[in-house]
């Protein structure tokens, strides 16, 4: 399981889990707003229709509900589902899967390869006419300056306060 940031497509958390379900959504999401929450809350995230996320629905109805829903709802997160049968809304974490699929034997964990993919490997996508950029300089450079400057603070706080 992968979260993505849509704008820089740095891997904010990864994790490989035996069972794909709802406990190990809710674990992934803590850990993601433990990591950023501090440098810019999150207010969409996008899945697909999943068990994991309880997001299939009854009944045909479009409104759903469930624990996952509800968890992140607390947050103060929408959660979007993707329309089924629809890959292209989730396009760029189904890149990523492929990319992940495609050089997972070449790294000895979940953890190297997402640092490759975000400090060393150059991303296409965010080339900006000038310079290619990875996805953790798109992340930060991305970042409004008011979010950059609270990492600096807290950082600063962090040292000062040891």
């Not at 969409?44 to 996952?68: M, Q």
Request: some cysteine.
């Amino acid at each position: 399981m992968l979260f993505l940031d849509d704008a820089s497509r740095k891997i904010l958390a990864a994790r490989e889990f035996k069972n794909a379900n709802t406990e190990n959504s809710i674990a992934l999401v803590d850990k993601l707003v433990v990591d950023y929450w501090g440098i810019m809350p999150l207010k969409e995230l996008i899945s697909d229709n999943g068990s994991e996320f309880g997001a299939h629905r009854k009944n045909g109805k479009k409104e759903w509900d469930s624990r996952f829903k509800r968890h992140l709802e607390s947050l103060g997160i929408k959660l979007i589902t993707s329309r089924i049968k629809h890959p292209q809304t989730n396009g760029k974490i189904e890149k990523l899967f492929d990319c992940y699929n495609r050089y997972r034997d070449d790294f000895e964990s979940l953890d190297d390869f997402v640092y490759w993919y975000n400090d060393v490997r150059f991303h296409e996508s965010l080339d900006t006419k000038h310079y290619l950029q990875t996805p953790e300089d798109a992340f930060w450079s991305r970042l409004p300056v008011e979010a950059r400057l609270g990492v600096v603070f807290k950082f600063f706080d962090e040292v000062v306060g040891e």
